[in-house]
């Protein structure tokens, strides 16, 4: 039950920062999104930090934390940009196969997985190819003004493949360390690779509309790692994958918030990714 409470919970939180990360980009850019996102979620946990007292930290514990916040970072950074050249309804689906591919690490490192739940990967990974040979024709009736273009797809996929990456690594610092220490790689790589160089270079920009956004997106994505870090040491793959339903929660929220709607062919691919990971999940339950 952990494992379904923290997954559902990160679900949730992923989905806000990504409607709101959504918007932001577009407005100060990717780049400078990330930074104050990670600016506001170091600041955020800095309590938890000191609350939770001192660790100690072997050289498992500091690989593990390395992979999961440069993972994370790079993912953020390329899911931030793809959000700049194509819709919520597209992006968050592809990236929502982070879940499977932590799985897929999770089955690599030790975990068992059936013949089914492969032949579902496979699925998934099909929706995904959908969605990308899908093109950027204009959609009737999209009242959202942004086209997505291919380059937005690529970004997708890359932020998917680091972001899977990262949910293992994350899972594994978690099941030694406190959750805030979980949480704090990424901050702390991207507020010292990101947001300090952007300031000392006087081009971390923000603007009164970007504000409230970016101050969204850095709550909702620490939120939503120590939710999935809590379930995750009660089940590594039923937690990752069930925070990647925040692509379903997401999409239909830019449908009635931004006005995006999508071609069929794009909507066949969304579908499929978003059945295939709600499968995976039943059969790792």
């Known amino acids: 039950m952990i494992a379904v ?4 919970g990160a679900a949730l939180a992923w989905a806000v920062a990504a409607l709101c990360s959504a918007r932001a980009s577009r407005l100060i850019g990717s780049t400078a999104t990330l930074a104050w996102a990670m600016l506001i979620g170091l600041t955020a946990i800095s309590p938890l930090l000191v609350a939770s007292g001192p660790v100690s930290l072997g050289r498992s514990e500091l690989i593990w934390m390395g992979l ?28 929502s196969t982070e879940g499977a591919i932590a799985a897929v690490v999770s089955v690599a490192a030790g975990e068992s997985l059936g013949v089914a739940s492969g032949l579902v990967l496979g699925g ?4 995904v190819a959908v969605v990308a040979a899908a093109g950027s024709a204009d959609v009737a009736g999209d009242r959202s003004g942004i086209r997505h273009q291919p380059i937005a797809t690529g970004y997708a996929i890359v932020a998917a493949l680091c972001f899977g990456l990262s949910l293992y ?9 406190p959750a805030a220490w979980a949480v704090l790689p990424a901050r702390l790589i991207g507020v010292v690779a990101i947001a300090l160089p952007l300031a000392v270079l006087s081009r971390l920009r923000l603007t009164r509309a970007a504000a409230p956004l ?7 994505e620490v939120t939503g790692f120590m939710s999935f ?5 009660a089940g590594i793959a ?21 006005g995006e709607r999508l071609s069929g062919r794009q909507a066949a691919g969304a579908a499929t990714i978003a ?10 339950a």
């Open 68 to 95: 999961s916040g440069l993972g994370n970072v790079v993912g953020l950074l390329a899911v931030y940009r793809a959000f700049q050249f194509g819709k919520v309804g597209i992006v968050a689906p592809i990236v």
């Open 5 to 8: 409470l923290g997954g559902l």
């Open 275 to 284: 059945v295939g990971v709600a499968l995976l999940t039943a059969m790792q």
């Open 229 to 233: 870090t809590i379930g995750a040491t």
């Open 169 to 177: 690594a994350t899972g594994q610092v978690g099941a030694t360390l």
């Open 238 to 258: 039923i937690s990752a994958v069930l925070a990647s339903q925040f692509a379903a929660i997401a999409a239909v929220a830019a449908h009635f918030l931004f």
């Open 124 to 127: 998934v990974v099909a929706g």
């Open 214 to 220: 970016v101050l969204a997106v850095g709550l909702a």
